[in-house]
C-alpha cells in the first residue's frame, strides 16, 4: 500500500507565505506535516468507508486553498479531480502544481458547476468551520445533489477541543469565543460568530459543532455514518456522511 510520507513537498513550489495560512519562521515544515497528515486521513477516510481504493473514484476537494490536501493526495495518487475555491489567487496558484487535477474558482454560495451525481467522493476540510448556519445548510443539499448514489462526503467541523483553544487565544477570545461556554455549545448545538473582516455580510466566521446537532441536523440531507472526533489534527471532527441508494 502506498504510504504517505512528506516526500510530496519536493515535487512543488509551496505556497507564497502570505498564501500559506501560517505566519510563523517554520511555516513550510507545518504546512507540509499538516497537508501530510490530513491527505493521509482523508485517503484512509475514503478507502475505508468506501470500500475502494482513491484511484478508483472521482473525487472533489471542496474550498482546496492552496491545496494543502490536495497537493499530497495528487503526488501519490492523481487525486482529486476537481479542487475548487472561492479564493481565486489560490486557485491560480493550484493550477499549475496539479495540471490534471481541474481547479475551478466558484462562488460563494451555491450551485457548484457540476451536474447531478457527478462525484463518488467529496472531502472538505475546515470549510463548514466558517459557514453561518443558512450557507452551511445550502452547502449541505449541494454536496448531496453532486454526489452519486451511495457516495460519500468527508466534512470537518469543530467543536469542544478548538472550542477550548478560541476561548483562550487572545484574537478569538476578542471576536467572543470567550463567552461561549462548552455548556452553551451543547445547548445550542452551533455556535457561529463572524469575523470582522466580513462584518455585515454575516456570512463568513467561525462556526462550532456539537457533534449531537449533527447527527440530529445534517441527518436531515444524509445518513451521518461517523463522527471522528479530533481526526484532522487532533482539533477537528471528520463527518462521514452518505448519500442514500
Ligand atoms: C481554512 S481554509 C482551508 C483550505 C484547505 N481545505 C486546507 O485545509 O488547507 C478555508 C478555505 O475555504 C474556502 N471557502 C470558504 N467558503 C467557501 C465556499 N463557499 N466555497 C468554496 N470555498 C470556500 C476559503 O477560500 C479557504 O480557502
Known amino acids: ?24 519562521a517554520n511555516r513550510e515544515q507545518v504546512f507540509i506535516r499538516q497537508g501530510t497528515r490530513m491527505a493521509a486521513t482523508i485517503r484512509t477516510c475514503i478507502e475505508t468507508y468506501t470500500g475502494r481504493p482513491i484511484t478508483d473514484q472521482r473525487i472533489l476537494d471542496f474550498g482546496c486553498g492552496v491545496g494543502r490536501v490536495a497537493m499530497p493526495l495528487y503526488h501519490y495518487f492523481r487525486k482529486p479531480d476537481v479542487c475548487v475555491d472561492v479564493d481565486a ?85 476578542a471576536l467572543g469565543w470567550a463567552e461561549v461556554s462548552d455548556e452553551m455549545l451543547r445547548e445550542t448545538g452551533f455556535v457561529f460568530i463572524e469575523t470582522p473582516s466580513t462584518r455585515g455580510t454575516g456570512t463568513y466566521g467561525l462556526a462550532s459543532h456539537d457533534p ?10 444524509m445518513e451521518v455514518v461517523d463522527i471522528l472526533p479530533g481526526a484532522i489534527l487532533g482539533g477537528q471532527d471528520m463527518n462521514v456522511l452518505r448519500k442514500g441508494d
Not at 512528506?6 to 505566519?23: I, Q, V, Y
Open 212 to 221: 449531537a446537532y449533527i447527527r440530529r441536523e445534517w441527518s436531515r440531507h
Open 1 to 24: 500500500m502506498t504510504e504517505i510520507t512528506e516526500d510530496w513537498a519536493a515535487a512543488f513550489t509551496l505556497p507564497e507565505p502570505g498564501n500559506m495560512m501560517e505566519n510563523h
Open 89 to 173: 489567487a489560490a486557485i491560480r496558484y493550484l493550477r499549475p502544481q496539479i495540471p490534471d487535477a481541474a481547479c475551478r474558482v466558484t462562488r460563494f454560495d451555491p450551485p457548484l458547476p457540476f451536474r447531478d451525481r457527478a462525484f463518488d467522493a467529496v472531502f472538505s476540510v475546515s470549510i463548514w468551520t466558517h459557514l453561518n448556519a443558512d450557507s452551511a445548510e445550502a452547502w449541505l443539499a449541494e454536496i448531496r445533489r453532486i454526489l452519486k448514489p451511495g457516495g460519500y462526503a468527508f466534512l470537518t467541523t469543530s467543536s469542544y477541543t478548538m472550542l477550548q483553544i478560541r476561548r483562550s487565544n487572545m484574537v478569538t477570545a
